[in-house]
């Protein structure tokens, strides 16, 4: 898919390539009749010299070089350089960053505007064949109980019921065409049995629970949390000083990185906070969130340091992840916490870029492979400007070991092919592998680095155009205090009547005692379905104004289709159900597939209602 993305690319990238080529033809033109002359400038000797000269200085890897043996000659010829650099490097390069981008960004909402469509032509088909001629406009729970069992094969008689539930906001016993368009979302939940925010301690004695209860208020209380990050910050400035310290006295890390009073100290401080806050939050809710996963992940690795410390020094490394704990200081500025999220949200995709750079190296590496592994580059290129990069012998001062950079197997070439990729010094290997081969041996070069250019843009487009989404989504959901939650939640409601439909074949009782307090107490046994904030969430709170005009248009382009229910009534008012009068029970064929009547409500939390709006 990402590679697919890419090739969408590409037209609008080629046409910066070709006014960057001919822009490059140019100064190789003006740059051969204007320092050609000067028998000491081995850059522009001839025209496919200079071109390649340039090219080189397209990715400043040889610059100023390329540019002081015509500057000896005259200082205005720098003017050239100048404006090649101007025009080529800081401009064109910079703007197929920015058409790249603006094409990326707009693959990536078509493709949004696309899947929502054939997701809405996906549930008019399904709606027709579920229907019944007696009720030709509404489908009963026993049809959408058959088309999970195709949809979501491992989905329980529970889970199908809640979101059957769910869906069906009008409480009439029957889904709408408008109710039916969320099955993809409502699907998407996990459904398990409501968590009261009690606290776990709330049935403790007394006394026991009083106290657990300060340890809460300690744990919850904010300025807890900036003392915490004072001592982690003072924590990274000991060891900051103590880094200089060992420095400068020369002595080897390994026998320095003892154990010492201070490390004890603030381990053990991370070490108690970690107590009490499964104390007061209790394992379930601190295990919760992934920051005190990380934290207490680290203690115990430093813990494990210290210990491992006294018994041998081979483990003193384990010690150096301490500083890793200073990550949590990002914890406390929003925009810190966006680029974690970020992250998180784009983990999938941005694999999927890692993947497609490999799939390139692997393609390069291959024909590097078949052109070079033969060549031996040690003390080669002799008589060449390149000569003293490879030498291996007493004749130089300092050995460059570029010979190293070779193609001899496919971990080596892709070693060579990222040096290349960095592009610092990358026309040393270059012009290396085209003085023991001939000057054609540079296309292959000079090709994998505008392969990598067009790939790396894309790849950088897709990071700026995550970043710039999540910002500008979180000033479309300024002031909105769910907007800025991890997961998406909801809350159903069960009466004893329809947890008796629900669990009607089940094997055995259990299931059912466990809520016989909720039923005494409530009446009803809550569910709460969760599910993650993923990019289509937020893309469907990001363009929910656009959205029913892109879902009106796709109605008028198919209302003439044969077979599609799609009335006005239904393509005008794309996220509230119809406004229908309860079915007569006549509709269900038998009392055993019949659900019962909707004693309880559907109740959405507060932070989850404009949620719940959109979908």
């Not at 007394?206 to 919850?220: E, K, Q, S």
């Not at 999938?348 to 291959?366: E, H, K």
């Not at 990358?426 to 296309?443: C, H, K, P, Q, S």
């Not at 939640?489 to 016989?516: M, W």
Request: hydrophobic share 45%; net charge positive.
């Amino acid at each position: 898919r990402f590679l697919r993305q890419i090739l969408q690319s590409v037209p609008p990238i080629l046409e910066v390539l070709g006014i960057l080529l001919f822009i490059l033809i140019i100064f190789s033109t003006l740059g051969f009749y204007f320092f050609s002359p000067n028998q000491a400038d081995p850059y522009f000797r001839s025209f496919q010299q200079g071109f390649v000269s340039l090219y080189v200085l397209l990715t400043t890897a040889n610059f100023p070089d390329v540019m002081m043996p015509a500057y000896t000659k005259s200082r205005w010829s720098a003017a050239f350089f100048i404006a090649f650099l101007a025009i080529n490097l800081y401009f064109l390069m910079n703007l197929m960053l920015a058409v790249v981008f603006v094409v990326f960004s707009d693959i990536e909402k078509d493709k949004f505007r696309k899947l929502l469509v054939h997701k809405r032509r996906a549930c008019q088909y399904a709606f027709r064949l579920l229907v019944t001629r007696s009720q030709p406009t509404h489908v009963p729970f026993r049809h959408f109980r058959g088309l999970l069992k195709f949809f979501r094969p491992r989905a329980s008689e529970r889970d199908a019921y809640l979101v059957f539930k769910a869906l069906n906001r009008s409480k009439s016993g029957f889904l709408c065409l408008s109710e039916f368009y969320n099955i993809y979302e409502m699907c998407g939940f996990k459904w398990r049995p409501y968590q009261s925010p009690d606290p776990w301690f709330n049935d403790f004695p007394d006394p026991l629970r009083g106290c657990f209860y300060l340890i809460r208020r300690l744990v919850t209380w904010k300025w807890f949390d900036f003392f915490v990050y004072a001592i982690i910050i003072l924590n990274a400035a000991t060891l900051l000083m103590k880094t200089i310290f060992v420095s400068a006295s020369g002595v080897p890390v390994s026998h320095d990185l003892r154990v010492t009073w201070d490390q004890v100290a603030f381990v053990t401080f991370y070490g108690v906070e970690a107590i009490l806050k499964m104390v007061g939050l209790g394992y379930k809710q601190y295990f919760h969130s992934g920051w005190n996963i990380y934290d207490f992940s680290i203690t115990v690795l430093s813990i494990a340091g210290i210990i491992a410390e006294k018994f041998s020094s081979s483990f003193f490394y384990i010690v150096i992840l301490r500083p890793l704990r200073l990550l949590r200081l990002f914890k406390m500025r929003k925009r810190y916490r966006d680029v974690f999220q970020t992250l998180v949200i784009l983990t999938p995709r941005i694999i999927s870029a890692i993947v497609v750079i490999i799939i390139t190296y692997y393609f390069f590496a291959v024909i590097g492979m078949e052109l070079f592994s033969d060549y031996d580059m040690k003390n080669c290129c002799v008589n060449t400007t390149v000569e003293q990069f490879y030498k291996d012998d007493n004749t130089t001062v300092y050995v460059d070991y570029y010979y190293l950079n070779n193609f001899d197997n496919i971990f080596i070439a892709g070693v060579t092919l990222f040096e290349l990729t960095v592009v610092n010094n990358w026309f040393i290997i270059m012009e290396g592998y085209a003085a023991v081969t001939n000057d054609w041996a540079r296309l292959y070069f000079m090709l994998f680095y505008l392969v990598m250019m067009v790939v790396m843009s894309v790849v950088v487009a897709f990071i700026l155009e995550a970043f710039t989404f999540r910002m500008e989504y979180n000033q479309t959901v300024k002031g909105d205090k769910d907007g800025d939650e991890e997961n998406v939640c909801i809350n159903v409601g069960l009466t004893k009547e329809e947890l008796r439909f629900v669990y009607s074949s089940a094997a055995d009782t259990p299931t059912l005692q466990q809520y016989a307090r909720a039923l005494e107490t409530q009446g009803i046994v809550q569910y709460e379905g969760k599910r993650r904030r993923t990019r289509v969430v937020l893309q469907r709170r990001m363009y929910r104004d656009e959205i029913p005009g892109w879902l009106l248009e796709a109605d008028r382009e198919h209302e003439d289709s044969p077979g599609l229910p799609t009335p006005r009534s239904f393509s005008r008012r794309w996220t509230e159900p119809a406004d229908i009068s309860t079915p007569s029970a006549s509709a269900h064929e038998t009392p055993q597939q019949t659900p019962p009547s909707y004693y309880g409500t559907l109740n959405l939390n507060s932070s989850t209602e404009s949620q719940r709006n959109e979908v």
